[in-house]
């Protein structure tokens, strides 16, 4: 009877481990495969985030266009490359510089120093329909023997070398152009105004009040003068008559308000009396 109690009680034994085994084998599992995945992913992860430091397309690498706070700001020359620079010379017409040439002149303008060398190079970075490439142009018409200057005239025009923007006296080619400069590069500049008017004066002095009304007569009366020429010599009858006009009528027209027929009748009735001797009438 013990016996098979015994057996029986080894039976009732290994009937339930049989039960319990499955149930262990498969938390066993569970767990093991929860390592293997765990593990295999912290290694893909490793490795992916490996390969991203070493990319050269990475994110972590490209460099923000400010500067850090910590960081100086770089004063090197930009090296990007313009499609359209503004020109050295206007209209790009070579210099008549030498390479010598450009090295020793020196410029001073927009709050810096520069031979014409160094102004051509700094003229690389900046664009062809840049603000300011008149007015650089004009310097270099100015000191680095660049043949013609800008044109036309800026329409914001506040720096005139002579009032009103009239022409210098002597309206040569040479104060033109001295007039243009003044107008670029002074309106540009206008801190700079007065000194480049007095330099400019000095070569293309302004007329005076009573010339500039003389000229706005001289317009209108050229109309009915066939030859122009006669008002080269001041003392011709034309030129005193135009003078009178201007100058000595007691009426004072003002030429922007007079119709052009009754200044023209006027100036044929003063010319008439300076052409026969009317200050010598008795």
Not at 10 to 22: A, G, L, S, V, Y
Not at 31 to 41: A, C, P
Request: aromatic share 8%; net charge negative; proline share 9%.
């Amino acid at each position: 009877v013990t016996r098979v109690d015994e057996q029986k009680d080894q039976r009732n034994h290994n009937e339930e481990k049989d039960r319990m085994c499955p149930c262990w084998c498969w938390i066993t599992l569970v767990i093991l495969l929860f390592v293997f995945v765990i593990g295999g992913t912290g290694t893909a992860i490793a490795i992916f985030l490996s390969r991203q430091r070493s990319s050269p397309s990475s994110p972590t690498l490209q460099t923000s266009a400010s500067p850090s706070p910590n960081q100086a700001p770089s004063l090197a020359p930009t090296v990007r490359q313009l499609e359209q620079p503004c020109s050295y010379c206007f209209g790009g017409i070579p210099s008549t510089f030498t390479a010598a040439e450009k090295n020793r002149v020196s410029i001073q303008a927009f709050q810096d120093t520069f031979t014409c060398g160094t102004f051509q190079d700094a003229l690389l970075s900046i664009p062809a329909d840049d603000e300011t490439c008149p007015a650089r142009q004009a310097i270099t018409w100015k000191h680095c023997g660049c043949p013609s200057i800008p044109d036309p005239i800026p329409q914001d025009v506040s720096c005139t070398l002579c009032a009103g923007g009239e022409l210098p006296k002597t309206p040569s080619a040479q104060c033109r152009d001295e007039s243009k400069y003044v107008s670029i590069f002074g309106s540009l500049m206008p801190n700079m105004c007065p000194t480049i008017i007095n330099q400019a004066m000095s070569i293309c002095p302004c007329p005076t009040a009573e010339e500039i009304r003389e000229r706005g007569f001289r317009s209108v009366v050229d109309n009915i003068i066939v030859d122009l020429s006669v008002f080269d010599d001041p003392s011709s009858a034309h030129s005193r008559a135009l003078r009178w006009l201007a100058v000595d009528d007691p009426l004072a027209l003002d030429v922007t308000q007079t119709a052009n027929r009754t200044i023209e009748e006027r100036f044929v009735v003063v010319l008439l009396y300076f052409g026969t001797n009317g200050p010598g009438w008795s």
